[in-house]
């Protein structure tokens, strides 16, 4: 089982920036599906960006994209989440997540953001975009 531990979130005013970090260890293996997920309040948790361990590839949802990137640093065993032109609707609560690669498929399909897949998740960390 991994562990996860966010930072990096606070108080940004609308087009600012922040960037999120998620320490990770308990790995035994290079195949990991990581994400990054909000919960806006009254929402369900939903998946922002997503990176693969094996490869290093990269998943966006659609309105984050060319705004966020998601990076790994495999020295720390860190995956960062770098937010830019921040808006209102960024903020909630920011959860890392992480699962084997093998474990993040429904019918065949790779699905990254489909947050029951995930067993192991951090505690959160809190994002407020406002003036």
């Known amino acids: 089982q991994l562990q996860l531990v966010e930072s990096g979130g606070g108080l940004v005013q609308p087009g600012g920036s922040l960037r999120l970090s998620c320490a990770v260890s308990?790995?035994?293996?290079?195949?990991?599906?990581i994400t990054w997920f909000l919960q806006a309040p009254g929402t369900e948790r939903e998946g922002v960006a997503c990176?693969?361990?094996?490869?290093?590839?990269?998943y966006y949802t659609d309105s984050v994209n060319g705004r966020f990137t998601i990076s790994r640093d495999n020295a720390q065993n860190t995956v960062y989440l770098q937010m830019l032109s921040l808006k209102h609707e960024n903020t909630g609560v920011y959860y890392c997540?992480?699962?084997?690669?093998?474990?993040?498929?429904?019918?065949?399909?790779?699905?990254?953001?489909?947050?029951?897949?995930?067993?192991?998740w951090g505690q959160g960390t809190q994002v407020t975009v406002s003036p």
């Open positions: 997540a992480a699962d084997l690669l093998q474990k993040i498929y429904y019918s065949g399909y790779y699905v990254p953001f489909d947050a029951p897949k995930y067993e192991d």
């Open positions: 308990g790995f035994t293996v290079d195949n990991y599906a």
């Open positions: 990176i693969r361990t094996n490869d290093g590839c990269t």
